[in-house]
C-alpha cells in the first residue's frame, strides 16, 4: 500500500518534471503584453532614446554620409558579398521597408524611394526575449537594446528572431581598422546599430545624427519637452512593422516627397 | 507578487535552472537504480 | 526467473549474441565505410572552425540552415524509442518484447546526434557554457536545454534499466571473454536474476515508461517552439507544437522500422523480428500518416486561405514559388508512403512498411526544412533581394558525418550489447499466464455474473 502511494508520487513528480519545460511560457506572457492601449499611451514613464528620420528631407547623400561615418568609426568592415555584409545602418527601398505601409496607388516617389534603416531599440525586443546567454539586452537606463559581443556565442537566434533584418552575424574575422579605436570583432558573434552607446556615455550624441543636416532628430521620448517628443507630436510619423506589436523607437516622418516642405529646424 | 518578468530575464536564472534539475534528475535516477539493484538485500532484511 | 530453460517460447542465446561473440568482414567493411563518412564529417567541421562560418551556404538573411534542419530532424526520430518502449509497454502491447531495444538506443543516438548540430550551428562553440553561465529563463532555447537534458538521461536510464539483466546473462556467458566480460561485470551491477530484484526492476521500468512520455512531448513541443516563440511568418504558429510531436513520432516509427528491417537482414534475426512486428508498426505508422496529413492541411489552409501580407510570401514561396520542389516533393513522398502502406502492407509486410519508411525518413528532412528555411528566405528589409539559400560542401559534409555518425554509434553498440531483449523476450510466456488470469477477470466465465443478477 505504501508501496504503491509512493511509485504514484514518483510518477506524479515525474510528469511534473516533463511538464515544467512549459513554465518558462508564464513569463514570456507578461513581457509581451503589450496592448494596443499600451502602445497608445501618450509617453514611456522611463528614459527610452528613439530616432527620429525625415524621411522628406533625406538625400542619399546625407544617408551615405550615414553609413559612412558610423561603419567607419564603428570598425565595420567592408565586404563585397551584400548578404554577409555587416551593417548598422543602411538603405533599403519604401515599398520593402514598409512593405505593410505601401500600396500601388501610393506616389511613384514612394516606390524605390531610400529609407534610412537601423536596429530599431524596440519596447519589446524580439531579439532580446530568445537571447539564450542575455548577450542582447534592454538596457533600463535609457532604453537602448545593448550587445555584449564578449559574450555572445553566436547561435544567430536574434538574427533569425528580428522582423526587421537589423542584425548582422561575423562570418569572418575583421581586421583593425587604423582610423578608429572602436574594436575589432572576432569571428562568429552578432553586432548591430547601438545608437552610439560608446558616445552618449561621453554626453555626445550619434554619429549618423551629427552628419544627418538635421534629417535625423534624437533624443528621449518620456521628455514631453525633448526634440523628439515635439517632433512627433507635430508631424505623421510610421514606423516599421507596427502591428507586431515590439513598439519600435525609429520613427518616419511620411510626407509626400514631391511637396516642398520647410526642413526642420529651419 | 515578485516580478516575474525581471526573474525571467535575469542572467544565468536558466542555467541554474538547467543544472539543477540535470543534477536533480541524475541523483534521483542514481537512487532508483540502487533501489532496483539493492532488491534482494532489502528483502533479507525484512524477513 | 522460474523458465529460463523450461519455456515453450524458444529463445536461441548463441543466435542472440552472435553479432556480439562473432565478427564478420562485412562488419569490419561497414564500421570502416561509416567511420570514413564520420571523419569526412570531421574534416568538415574542422574546416568549420577553422574559417570561420563563411564556409557554409548561410547568411544574414538564412541564419539557419541545414544544421537547425538536421537538430529537428535528429530530434525528432529520437522519439521512436519513447514510442516503441513507453507507449507499448504503457498500453501492454505484447508484441514489442524484441523491438524495445532497439528502439530505445535510436532514442539516445538521435539525441546525441541532435545535440551537436547545435555545436556545429553556433558561431562561438568555445562560449557554449556561457548558456549555464549567463542563461536567462526567458529564451526558448533554455527550455531545449533542460528538456532535452532531461530526455537524454532518462532515455540513457531507460536503456540502462532494462539492460542490467542482459548484462548478467552476458557476464555469464561462456563465449565472452577479455575486457567485455568485465565491461558486462560493470553493468551488471552484480544483478543476480534474484526475484525481489526484478520485481522492483519491472516497476522501475514501469515508472520510466510512462515518465517519458510527458518528457518526450515536452521535448518536441519546446524544439518547435524555437520558432514558434518568434513572430516570424509562419514560424509563429500556434500549431506548430503539436505538428512536430507528431512529426517526431512519425518520423521515430519509421527509422525504427528501417533498423529493424536491416538488424534482421544482417543478423539473421527472422524469427525475432518477424512480419508481424512490421504489419503492426506498418499500421501505426499509417496512423500517423493520416494524422500528419490533417496537421499539415490544418496548418497551410489556414494560412493561405487568411492570407496575411508576410504568411503568404512564405506559404507563395512553397506552394509555388523557390521551395515549391521541395514542398511538392514531400507531399508526394507522403502520399506514396500513404498509399504503400494501405495497399501493400497486409501483403508485403516487411517490403512495404519498409519502403514506405524510406519515404518517410527522407519526406520528415524535407519537411523540417521547408519549415525552417523558407520563412528565413522571404525577409526584406536588409537592401537587397535575398538569393535562395542553398548549403555549401562544409554543411553536406557535416550533415553526412551525422548520419554516418549515427549509424557507427548503433552498429558500435549493436555489437557490444544484445540490440533485442534477451530476458524480456524470455519471460513473453510468463507475462502470457498472467495476461490470461487477468482477462479471466474481465471476460464472463459463467459464476459470479450470472448469479448475481
Known amino acids: 500500500m505504501d508501496e504503491g502511494r509512493r511509485s504514484a508520487l514518483k510518477k506524479i513528480c515525474f510528469t511534473a518534471a516533463g511538464v515544467a519545460g512549459g513554465i518558462p511560457l508564464l513569463g514570456t506572457v507578461r513581457a509581451a503584453s503589450r496592448t494596443i492601449a499600451a502602445q497608445h499611451a501618450a509617453a514611456p514613464q522611463t528614459k527610452q532614446l528613439a530616432m527620429v528620420v525625415d524621411m522628406a528631407n533625406m538625400t542619399d547623400e546625407i544617408a551615405h554620409a550615414c553609413i559612412e561615418i558610423c561603419h567607419r568609426e564603428h570598425n565595420v568592415p567592408k565586404s563585397d558579398d551584400i548578404e554577409r555584409e555587416i551593417k548598422w545602418v543602411w538603405q533599403e527601398e519604401f515599398d520593402r521597408a514598409f512593405p505593410d505601409q505601401f500600396h500601388g496607388q501610393m506616389a511613384e516617389a514612394y516606390e524605390g524611394m531610400p529609407v534610412l534603416l537601423m536596429c530599431n531599440h524596440c519596447d519589446s525586443p524580439a531579439c532580446v526575449k530568445v537571447c539564450p546567454t542575455a548577450a542582447t539586452w534592454k538596457r533600463k537606463s535609457d532604453g537602448l537594446v545593448m550587445m555584449d559581443m564578449h559574450r555572445c556565442i553566436g547561435c544567430r537566434y536574434c538574427v533569425v528572431a528580428c522582423p526587421y533584418g537589423t542584425r548582422s552575424f561575423n562570418w569572418k574575422d575583421a581586421e583593425q581598422s587604423v582610423e578608429t579605436t572602436y574594436p575589432a570583432r572576432s569571428r562568429g558573434v552578432v553586432e548591430k546599430c547601438n545608437f552610439c552607446a560608446e558616445r552618449l556615455r561621453v554626453g555626445e550624441i550619434p554619429l549618423c545624427v551629427t552628419v544627418s543636416q538635421g534629417t535625423l532628430t534624437f533624443g528621449d521620448l518620456s521628455d514631453p519637452d525633448s526634440e523628439v517628443s515635439e517632433l512627433l507630436r507635430a508631424k505623421h510619423t510610421i514606423t516599421r512593422k507596427n502591428a507586431l506589436g515590439t513598439g519600435p523607437n525609429v520613427y518616419y516622418i511620411v510626407e509626400d516627397k514631391l511637396r516642398e516642405r520647410p526642413r526642420h529646424g529651419e | 507578487m515578485p516580478d516575474m518578468t525581471t526573474f525571467f530575464q535575469t542572467p544565468g536564472v536558466g542555467g541554474v535552472i538547467a543544472a539543477t534539475v540535470i543534477t536533480s534528475i541524475i541523483i534521483t535516477y542514481g537512487l532508483m537504480l540502487r533501489w532496483v539493484l539493492r532488491g534482494y538485500e532489502d528483502n533479507k532484511d525484512n524477513q | ?453
Open chain 3, 1 to 453: 526467473m522460474a523458465n529460463k530453460t523450461g519455456s515453450h517460447v524458444l529463445v536461441d542465446r548463441d543466435h542472440l549474441m552472435k553479432p556480439i561473440t562473432q565478427t564478420s568482414g562485412g562488419y569490419f567493411l561497414l564500421v570502416f565505410l561509416l567511420f570514413l563518412g564520420v571523419a569526412w564529417g570531421a574534416f568538415a567541421w574542422i574546416w568549420q572552425l577553422s574559417n570561420g562560418m563563411q564556409v557554409t551556404g548561410l547568411n544574414n538573411t538564412v541564419a539557419w540552415g541545414v544544421y537547425i534542419t538536421n537538430f529537428v530532424f535528429f530530434i525528432g526520430i529520437s522519439h521512436a524509442g519513447t514510442l516503441i518502449s513507453a507507449i507499448l509497454r504503457v498500453s501492454g502491447a505484447e508484441w514489442r518484447r524484441p523491438i524495445t531495444r532497439a528502439a530505445e538506443a535510436i532514442t539516445v543516438f538521435a539525441l546525441v546526434l541532435g545535440g551537436s548540430q547545435v555545436l556545429f550551428d553556433i558561431g562561438r562553440p568555445d562560449r557554449a557554457m556561457n548558456v549555464f553561465l549567463y542563461g536567462p529563463l526567458q529564451s526558448p532555447l533554455l527550455w531545449d536545454l533542460i528538456c532535452i537534458s532531461v530526455y537524454l538521461l532518462s532515455s540513457l536510464f531507460y536503456l540502462l534499466l532494462p539492460l542490467i539483466p542482459d548484462m548478467a546473462i552476458m557476464r555469464d556467458h561462456h563465449a565472452v571473454t577479455g575486457w567485455r566480460k568485465e565491461l558486462y561485470r560493470i553493468l551488471a551491477f552484480n544483478w543476480d536474476h534474484n526475484p525481489e530484484q526484478k520485481r522492483r526492476l519491472e516497476k522501475a521500468i514501469a515508472i520510466l515508461a510512462v515518465a517519458i512520455i510527458p518528457i518526450a512531448i515536452s521535448v518536441h513541443t519546446v524544439v518547435s517552439w524555437i520558432f514558434g516563440m518568434t513572430i516570424r511568418p509562419m514560424w509563429h504558429s500556434t500549431i506548430l507544437g503539436p505538428y512536430f510531436v507528431v512529426g517526431a513520432i512519425f518520423s521515430g516509427i519509421a527509422a525504427i522500422i528501417i533498423a529493424m528491417a536491416i538488424l534482421r537482414k544482417v543478423y539473421g534475426f527472422e524469427d525475432y523480428l518477424k512480419p508481424l512486428h512490421f504489419d503492426y508498426l506498418g499500421l501505426l505508422l499509417l496512423t500517423m500518416t493520416a494524422l500528419w496529413f490533417y496537421f499539415t492541411l490544418a496548418e497551410y489552409i489556414t494560412t493561405g486561405y487568411g492570407g496575411l501580407l508576410e504568411e503568404l510570401e512564405v506559404f507563395e514561396s512553397k506552394m509555388t514559388g523557390a521551395y515549391a520542389e521541395m514542398f511538392w516533393a514531400m507531399v508526394i513522398f507522403m502520399i506514396i508512403a500513404f498509399f504503400i502502406l494501405s495497399f501493400a502492407r497486409s501483403k508485403w509486410p516487411v517490403g512495404a512498411t519498409v519502403s514506405a519508411s524510406v519515404f518517410i525518413v527522407i519526406g520528415m528532412w524535407i519537411e523540417r526544412y521547408t519549415i525552417v528555411v523558407p520563412t528565413l528566405n522571404v525577409l526584406e528589409g536588409r537592401g537587397y533581394h535575398p538569393a535562395i539559400y542553398w548549403p555549401s560542401w562544409v554543411e553536406i559534409g557535416i550533415t553526412f558525418g551525422s548520419f554516418c555518425g549515427f549509424a557507427l554509434l548503433y552498429v558500435l553498440f549493436a555489437k557490444l550489447f544484445p540490440i533485442i531483449s534477451i530476458w524480456e523476450v524470455e519471460e513473453a510466456e510468463e507475462a502470457l499466464e498472467e495476461r490470461l488470469e487477468h482477462m479471466k477477470t474481465y471476460l464472463p466465465t459463467g459464476t459470479t455474473a450470472t448469479a448475481e443478477r
